[in-house]
Nanobody, 124 residues
Framework: QVQLVESGGGLVQAGGSLRLSCAGS????????MGWFRQTPGKEREFVAL????????DYANSVKGRFTISRNNARNTVYLQMNSLKPEDTAVYYC?????????????????WGEGTLVTVSS
């Protein structure tokens, strides 16, 4: 079992930065690829970024490439999402997720574990 808890969301002005954290529990955290996703009301959840189990591979949605950076610290069972140059369209609930497969993460399904989400609001 892996439990995931996100933190770091909040209100920020456009152009600002936030760093999200996702703390995982369970012995198998370091075996799993991790991803960040986001969802706004009335829209489907969308892929944002992912990182392989050892942190050597990353992938990003085109909409965040060059602005967001995903990283992980397996010793702390934590994955991060550094978000810079935030835009109002980045406003969403952000979720982290864990799965053995990066392909499953990027395609959104069926993913093994999800966190509860943290709200990010970017004001214009």
């Amino acid at each position: 079992q892996v439990q995931l808890v996100e933190s770091g969301g909040g209100l920020v002005q456009a152009g600002g930065s936030l760093r999200l954290s996702c703390a995982g529990s369970g012995r198998t955290f370091s075996d799993r690829a991790m991803g960040w996703f986001r969802q706004t009301p009335g829209k489907e959840r969308e892929f944002v970024a992912l990182i392989g189990s050892h942190g050597s591979s990353t992938d990003y949605a085109n909409s965040v490439k060059g602005r967001f950076t995903i990283s992980r610290n397996n010793a702390r069972n934590t994955v991060y999402l550094q978000m810079n140059s935030l835009k109002p369209e980045d406003t969403a609930v952000y979720y982290c997720a864990a799965d053995l497969s990066v392909v499953t993460l990027k395609s959104l399904g069926p993913i093994d574990y999800w966190g509860e989400g943290t709200l990010v609001t970017v004001s214009s």
